[in-house]
């Protein structure tokens, strides 16, 4: 499955920004998805994922719960990422990733196949 991720700027501390990946090549709808951010200096770090079953809870890092929601829509092939009452600490490349099979959604990196190619956040304080 290729990938798009877009949606990133700049913006102030507080305010809210919306990410989109677009889905295209085979079946969105039977991938786990996960957006992953990285910021210079820093690993990869996951943010937030969606199983391919609504039974299955979300998963977000502590530092983004209650700020970012993710949500999928498997009618057009997209995922999101809601981000709102950003911090400076959020500044990072936003990156959106298919998960290797599965229900559960994995946090780890390595554990997704496929990646988007990445899209800037930079927060300002």
């Known amino acids: 499955v290729q990938l798009q991720a877009c949606g990133g700027g700049l913006v102030q501390a507080g305010g809210s920004l919306r990410l989109s990946c677009a889905a295209s090549?085979?079946?969105?709808?039977?991938?786990?998805m996960g957006w992953f951010r990285q910021a210079p200096g820093k690993e990869r770090e996951f943010v937030a994922g969606?199983?391919?079953?609504?039974?299955?809870?979300?998963r977000y890092a502590e530092s983004v719960k209650g700020r970012f929601t993710i949500s999928r829509d498997n009618t057009k092939n997209t995922l999101y990422l809601q981000m709102n009452s950003l911090k400076p600490e959020d500044t990072a490349v936003y990156f959106c990733?298919?998960?290797?099979?599965?229900?559960?959604?994995?946090?780890?990196?390595?554990?997704?196949?496929?990646w988007g190619q990445g899209t800037q956040v930079t927060v300002s304080s």
């Open positions: 990733a298919a998960q290797r099979g599965g229900m559960v959604v994995e946090t780890t990196a390595a554990r997704y196949e496929y």
């Open positions: 090549g085979r079946t969105f709808s039977i991938y786990p």
């Open positions: 969606i199983s391919r079953s609504s039974s299955i809870p979300r």
